[in-house]
């Protein structure tokens, strides 16, 4: 069977403000508006910048972000978990908003990282276009790979707009999702401390 070429090289760097404005022009004649309208005359300039805001992730790499430890903890080994740290993303089949809450813990071994670091890494791969399972894994690897702690965690509470405000129209539907690696997946006593810590059994901890 023939393949069909992309119309667009999807790595391809070079594409205009002026030809994501047009595609935004594009879009609004294709749902049945006049792009030309007051109202409308500036909104393929604020669609652009605005996705550019919301995919801002991929301008940088969140394992730099945790470069910077601290070591003088005085023995300290005990999880470290930040719990509700709000994200927005994007569902990459969709492009609508994913809107939640993630929970991250590590165990240290030798030293800490800034906790503001933990926010900045959920920041840094929900500014993407995403899964919510991707998201997980990527946030609980970056922080075991660079942190090299006895296990670290991710667990996501989320809301998808793509199944909220169209297709099957489920509101009030969130996902759970977890990533986690040595300990707390090694370990049921660290696992259900961690669980216990973020109160979330599995089953979802936005009720907090
Ligand atoms: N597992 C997973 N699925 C997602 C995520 N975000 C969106 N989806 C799902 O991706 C699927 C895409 O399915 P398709 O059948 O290709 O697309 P669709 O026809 O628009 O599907 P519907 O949403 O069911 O109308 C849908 O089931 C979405 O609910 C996510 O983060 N994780
Ligand atoms: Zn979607």
Redesign the pocket.
């Known amino acids: 069977m023939d393949t069909i070429a992309p119309k667009i090289d999807i790595f391809e760097r070079d594409v205009t403000r002026e030809q994501v404005e047009d595609a935004i022009r594009t879009l609004l004649v294709w749902v049945g508006e006049n792009p030309a309208r007051e109202g409308l005359s500036d909104t393929p300039k604020r669609v652009a910048t605005a996705f550019k805001e919301y995919c801002a992730g991929y301008e940088e790499d969140p394992h730099d972000v945790l470069d910077r430890t601290f070591e003088e903890i005085t023995g300290y080994r005990d999880m470290v978990v930040l719990r509700h740290v709000p994200f927005e993303s994007m ?4 492009l609508a908003p ?1 809107i939640g809450n993630a929970h991250v813990a590590y165990l240290p071994v030798g030293r800490v990282v800034g906790i503001s670091k933990l926010a900045r890494v959920v920041d840094g791969y929900s500014r993407r276009l ?4 991707r998201l997980t894994v990527e946030i609980a690897e970056a922080v075991d790979n660079v942190l090299k702690p006895r296990g670290a965690a991710c667990v996501i509470d989320a809301e ?1 707009f ?2 909220k405000c ?3 129209r489920k509101k009030g539907s969130w ?1 759970t999702t977890s990533h986690l690696t040595g300990a707390f997946l090694t370990d049921d006593r660290t696992r259900q401390e961690f669980y216990q810590r973020i109160r979330c059994d599995g089953f979802g901890s936005r009720g907090l």
Request: proline share 0%.
């Open positions: 569902c990459e089949h969709h994913i995403q899964i919510q399972e998808h793509c199944m169209r297709g099957v996902m």
